[in-house]
Every structure is written in structure tokens, then in C-alpha cells.
């Protein structure tokens, strides 16, 4: 019985979205199968990808160029939230996920196709990512995962793959599974299942280890206007040549990488190595800009509420959920006046933030002098910590022995 007559496939040109090619055709009765590689800027030639796909069945083979969308609508909101999962990870592989869901639902209402398919097997997050967006763009849309059904080894997708033409690997295949993008890469798998173990150095790819980054520090000026980074030392850049540049740097100094176990939503933990330093910078930035120029108040509530809230939101595939359009209105109304310029020195693999300044600076040397000749009311602070340490007094009086 079919599953579907047409489908849009999202395809990396792996084997395991080939193998899905021929498998939805043969296995599930699907007649047409058109492919969608997404350009996110992950440093990829993506015309042989287009070939390969039409090589392995397809009837058409389209590729998006999305880099732009990804980092003006995707990563620059995740900044203004200083978004990072488990207080680690800036979540640049859940960002994409949303965006490729997006332009799977606006292919297949374009060529009419009655489902979309992905490569995910049933237990990352990438499927609930995918599912929910897809969902929600369209409910009408049918979803088609043959990696959570097939039930085959790698092993087995290879060679069923030759029975369709589908050349296995030319060189030995890396035991890692890596997702890149514009904004980092996501190592899993091989030796890394053991939690004990050490990355090797060549799974990296983005940054230099410690030992190989120069010997002199550098210094950085990023300005941002309302929460989103406009210029590097004070030369305006598109939004896409600011976040490369930024990844270049960083890079160059070692600074970006994350080792951790992380939470996945289907209740499995698992070890992840990344590779983000644009975006880690960025939201470091960010952050300390937010301290500069928000009350205490916001900065608290943002902090404790809304940043945690949106980092999750965003790593469980709720990106189309009203809960984070709130969220966004409350994020931007905080952003007004986080503009200004933040320094920060690379080095060894440390980017530390070492100055800050801004028109809407709350900052006031005046009051945080240790000098003498100061405008705070000093007497005024015991009649405040009498009342403010009520409470506390009366319960240690009740309970002293
Ligand atoms: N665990 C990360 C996330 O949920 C990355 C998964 C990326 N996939 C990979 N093949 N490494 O966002």
C-alpha cells in the first residue's frame, strides 16, 4: 500500500537520506520523491549533492539557499535571549531544524506533494524538531520517517543502498556523526559514547586546539544595536560576514568548544561535543550588554524566566508554539537600549569580555565609587537593611537555642 504519491525528502546527501530515495519509493509505494538540501552556510559545495540525489531516484533535487534567514530570523533571536541549553550549549544544531522544516512545508505546497520526509531514526531530537514544525506549518501534511522503521544497521543501509546503485562510502567512513552549519558543528558517537573519553583532536574542525592558537592576545570591539551585532572594531557588517568573521576569530584562538552530557527530550542522555564560537561569543556579549543597560529587575526576570524557558523551547522543537512569540514580544521590548560596544580579548583559548559602553549605560561612577566624594546617601542604607533584614531577624530570634 502506498504512503504517500509525492514527497519532499530533506536530504544531506549522506547515505542515510539517499538510502531513504529508492526505500520510500520501493518499500513504501511513494511514486515521486523531490530532495531539498538547505544551505546554511555550512561551507559545502551543495551542487554534487543536487546530482547524487537525482543519481539515486529523484525526480527533482532542490537547494535553498537559507543562510541569510538562518542567522537574521533564527540566531540573532537566540542571542537576544543569551540562549543556551543547560546553560552550555547555544544550540546550533536545534536552530536549523525549525528553518528546514519550514522550507520542507513551502516545497511541498509548492509541487503538491501529500508528504515530507526526513532521515532522523527515533531517538534524537531532530524528529521531534522536524515533526512538531512540520505540524504546525501545516497539519494536512503527512510525515515520513523511514530511519525510525527500517530497522537497519548502518551496515545494512549500505548495502541495501547498492542494490539501487548507491555507491557505499569511497574512504573508510568516519566513526562520528556531525551536523555543520554556519553556526557549529555537533560531533557524536564512535569513541565518543564513552563519556571518559577525551575528544580526539580531528573532530574539530572550527577551532584550533589551545596549543596551536597565537601567542599574543587580540582584542575584539563587537557593537550591537537593540540586542543584534552590527559591527566588528567598528566596520558594519551584513549580518551572515559578522557571524563568519566572529567564528574566524574565535576560532583562531581556541575559544568555542563544549564537552557535555546534554538531556535529550526522549529522555536519553547523551554526549555531545560542539563547535560554536561565533555563537558562544555572541551570546557572551550580549549578555554582559544586557547588564550594563538593563534594571536589575529585567535583567533578573530575563535571566531566571524568559532566557532559560527560550533555550529549551527552542532544543525541544517548540520554535512554532505561541510560547515563544510571548516570549519574543517581552524580548523585545528588553532590547530597546542594549546597544553599545563590547571588548574582548581571544586568547588560548579564552575569550574574555575586558570592557563594555553604552549611550543607555545604567552604569553610574558617581554611586559605585570607592572614592570619597560620592552622591550616595550612606546613612540612608541602615533605615533600608532594618526593614530588609526584618524577617530574617525575627525567625533567628524564635530559633536561637
Ligand atoms: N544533540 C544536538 C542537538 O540536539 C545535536 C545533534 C546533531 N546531530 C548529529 N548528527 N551530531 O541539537
Same mark, same amino acid.
Given at each position: 500500500m502506498s504512503r504517500a504519491n509525492k514527497v519532499v525528502l530533506a536530504y544531506s546527501g549522506g547515505v542515510d537520506t539517499s538510502v531513504c530515495i529508492p526505500y520510500l519509493m520501493k518499500e513504501w509505494g511513494v511514486k515521486e520523491v523531490i530532495t531539498?538540501?538547505?544551505?546554511?552556510?555550512?561551507?559545502? =559545495?551543495?551542487?554534487?549533492?543536487?546530482?547524487?540525489? /537525482?543519481?539515486?531516484?529523484?525526480?527533482?533535487?532542490?537547494?535553498?539557499?537559507?543562510? =541569510? =534567514?538562518?542567522?537574521? @530570523?533564527?540566531?540573532?533571536?537566540?542571542?537576544?535571549?543569551?540562549? &543556551?541549553?543547560? @546553560?552550555? %550549549?547555544? &544550540?546550533?544544531?536545534?536552530?536549523?531544524? $525549525?528553518?528546514?522544516? !519550514?522550507?520542507?512545508?513551502?516545497?511541498?505546497? !509548492? %509541487?503538491?506533494?501529500?508528504?515530507?520526509? *526526513?532521515?532522523?531514526?527515533?531517538?534524537?531530537n531532530d524528529q521531534v524538531r522536524f515533526d512538531v514544525g512540520i505540524t504546525a506549518l501545516?497539519? @494536512?501534511? !503527512?510525515? /515520513?520517517a523511514p530511519a525510525r522503521e527500517w530497522g537497519m544497521s548502518r551496515e545494512e543501509a549500505i548495502s541495501y543502498g547498492e542494490k539501487f546503485g548507491i555507491e557505499a562510502p569511497v574512504k573508510k567512513s568516519s566513526p562520528f556523526s556531525i551536523d555543520r552549519n554556519l553556526l557549529g558543528r555537533s560531533i557524536e558517537a564512535g569513541p565518543l559514547e564513552d563519556p571518559m573519553t577525551e575528544p580526539p583532536e580531528e573532530v574539530y574542525a572550527l577551532t584550533k586546539s589551545v596549543a596551536d592558537a597565537p601567542n599574543e592576545p587580540e582584542y575584539v570591539e563587537i557593537t550591537f544595536e537593540k540586542g543584534i551585532p552590527v559591527a566588528i572594531n567598528g566596520e558594519g557588517l551584513s549580518p551572515v560576514a559578522l557571524v563568519t568573521k566572529v567564528n574566524e576569530i574565535a576560532g583562531n584562538h581556541g575559544f568555542g568548544r563544549i564537552d557535555m552530557i546534554e538531556n535529550r527530550v526522549v529522555g536519553i542522555k547523551s554526549r555531545e561535543i560542539y563547535e560554536a564560537p561565533a555563537l558562544l561569543v555572541l551570546v557572551k556579549a550580549h549578555e554582559d550588554l544586557e547588564s550594563l543597560t538593563l534594571t536589575s529587575d529585567v535583567t533578573h526576570y530575563k535571566r531566571g524566566h524568559v532566557d532559560e524557558m527560550y533555550s529549551r523551547l527552542i532544543y525541544e522543537g517548540l520554535w512554532y508554539n505561541p510560547l515563544k512569540d510571548a516570549l519574543d514580544a517581552f524580548i523585545n521590548e528588553t532590547q530597546k537600549r542594549v546597544s553599545g560596544t563590547v571588548r574582548i580579548k581571544f586568547f588560548k583559548g579564552n575569550a574574555t569580555i575586558v570592557g563594555?559602553?553604552?549611550?543607555?549605560? /545604567? %552604569?553610574? $561612577?558617581? &554611586?559605585?565609587? %570607592?572614592?570619597?566624594?560620592?552622591?550616595?546617601? *550612606?546613612?540612608?542604607?541602615?533605615?533600608?537593611?532594618?526593614i530588609w533584614g526584618l524577617s530574617t531577624r525575627v525567625w533567628a530570634e524564635k530559633n536561637r537555642s
Open positions: 531539498l538540501a538547505a544551505d546554511l552556510g555550512q561551507g559545502e =559545495e551543495l551542487g554534487p549533492i543536487q546530482e547524487k540525489a /537525482l543519481k539515486c531516484g529523484a525526480v527533482e533535487s532542490l537547494v535553498a539557499d537559507a543562510t =541569510e =534567514e538562518f542567522v537574521v @530570523n533564527y540566531a540573532f533571536p537566540a542571542i537576544k535571549a543569551n540562549a &543556551l541549553y543547560e @546553560n552550555r %550549549y547555544p &544550540l546550533s544544531t536545534a536552530l536549523a531544524r $525549525p528553518l528546514i522544516a !519550514k522550507l520542507l512545508v513551502e516545497a511541498a505546497e !509548492k %509541487y503538491g506533494a501529500d508528504a515530507v520526509a *526526513h532521515g532522523c531514526t527515533g531517538k534524537g501545516n497539519p @494536512n501534511i !503527512k510525515i /515520513l563594555r559602553r553604552s549611550d543607555y549605560s /545604567l %552604569y553610574s $561612577p558617581d &554611586l559605585s565609587t %570607592y572614592g570619597g566624594d560620592d552622591k550616595f546617601d *550612606h546613612k540612608a542604607a541602615e533605615g533600608f537593611i532594618y
